[in-house]
């Protein structure tokens, strides 16, 4: 069901820097579709965290940040904290599919 | 600030439709687009559909035969129909509403959703 591939977990000590990839293909991270990230917590919506592959909204601290290269695109989170153990999942468009499509989630914890 | 909220049913039988209504609080619902996304267990999301303050509709290729989503401006409202449901319908739904993030939507706002379980 999910076209954007992502690891299911990736950990670190606080102050540690984690990056979480998302594997695409040439429908669509790869044609160019700009990659959104979204923070999820337990039961609760998802959160916004990076849109158009780098651009914080306002409010998002700066230790987040993403980035995109060909197929792929990276959500990295600096100076890990315990606040950010939680559920990311990246977000594009896929023109062969002809709508938005989804990673499969990653699960960050803070050891 | 902009609110969303999910309503309806959480237990739908099989072969019957499945019914949501996103109640839109704190902002106008005008000159936007809405979406409904879904969840299903240990999956991941999956977008169903989305609609303009205009009515105008765009539904995901897989599911378009079976889903209809419609708008109340009056009522600030947005709603959803998924029809002849099996257990593979069931899922997390969520709402939420588009914001321009460069060449592709991104959702800036999101209901916290709700569980729906297809089931006799």
């Known amino acids: 069901q999910s076209v954007l591939t992502q690891p299911p977990s990736v950990s670190g000590a606080p102050g540690q820097r984690v990056t979480i990839s998302c594997t695409g293909g040439s429908s669509n991270i790869g044609a160019g579709f700009d990659v959104h990230w979204y923070q999820q917590f337990p039961g609760t919506a998802p959160k916004l965290l990076i849109y158009g592959n780098s651009n914080r909204p306002s409010g998002v601290p700066d230790r987040f940040s993403g980035s995109k290269s060909g197929t792929s695109a990276s959500l990295a989170i600096t100076g890990l904290q315990a606040e950010d153990e939680a559920d990311y999942f990246c977000?594009?468009?896929?023109?062969?599919?002809?709508?938005?499509?989804f990673g499969t989630g990653t699960k960050v914890t803070v050891l | 600030q902009v609110q969303l909220q999910e309503s309806g049913p959480g237990l739908v039988k099989p072969s019957e439709t499945l019914s949501l209504t996103c109640t839109v609080s704190?902002?106008?619902?005008?000159?936007?687009?809405w979406i409904w996304i879904r969840q299903p267990p240990g999956r991941g999301m999956e977008w169903l559909g989305y609609?303009?303050?205009?009515?105008?509709?765009n539904y995901n290729p897989s599911l378009k035969s079976r889903v209809t989503i419609s708008i109340d401006t009056s009522k600030t409202q947005f709603s959803l129909k998924l029809s002849s449901v099996t257990a593979a319908d069931t899922a997390v739904y969520y709402c939420?509403?588009?914001?321009?993030?460069?060449?592709?939507?991104?959702?800036?706002?999101w209901g916290q959703g709700t569980m729906v379980t297809v089931s006799s």
């Open positions: 704190g902002g106008s619902i005008s000159s936007l687009y």
């Open positions: 977000q594009s468009y896929d023109n062969s599919l002809s709508g938005y499509v």
């Open positions: 609609i303009y303050y205009t009515g105008s509709t």
């Open positions: 939420a509403r588009h914001t321009v993030a460069g060449n592709n939507d991104a959702f800036d706002i």
